[in-house]
């Protein structure tokens, strides 16, 4: 989902600002950024139902029917479920991860912090993120919210991203930089 077209990236925007100031006029935001991260972290652990939301060959009714059973087993508000069956009536449920990250990126800039996207080829423990965390304030002089990416393909280091910037310290990265020089030497 990381490759997303300008159209993709629009719709993501239009759909997290408004989910946005639907939970910000009611007064629900940590509730919602709540919900969001639960369902995120089902979508994250749990390839089959990733899958079946992704499959465009299955039908909207039986993805809604999903997305009904995950709001009674997490106990969805009634602001996020509508807003899950609207994603899911206008095609667009694809883009929900890139929607709760948006969002995630609303929140926390309402709460003056900034976001950092760190990608792992494993989940990394809370002291790890907590060190990450206060590196990356020393280093730009704010607080971070953190939002973590398990890539198992970088092998073994760190991506981090903040803004447009990004430190790539992943193996894979160092690889292919190995590989390209060899090119250059051969």
Known sequence: MSKVNTYQIA???????????LAKEAKVLDSVSNELTRIKEILQEDQ???SVILNPSISK????KLFETIAEKIELSKLVSN??????KKNRLNYLLEIIRTFGNLFASLKG????TVSS???????QLADISSKLKDKFNADF???LNIEPELIGGLKIQVGSQMIDSSIKNQLQLLKEKMKEVA
């Open 113 to 116: 912090e900034r976001v950092a």
């Open 48 to 50: 089959e139902v990733l």
């Open 61 to 64: 009714s039986n993805k809604i």
């Open 121 to 127: 080829a494993y989940a990394l423990t809370d002291a």
């Open 145 to 147: 919210n953190i939002q």
């Open 83 to 88: 807003f899950i069956g609207v994603i899911v």
């Open 11 to 21: 719709a993501v925007d239009r759909y997290a600002n408004a989910l946005f100031q």
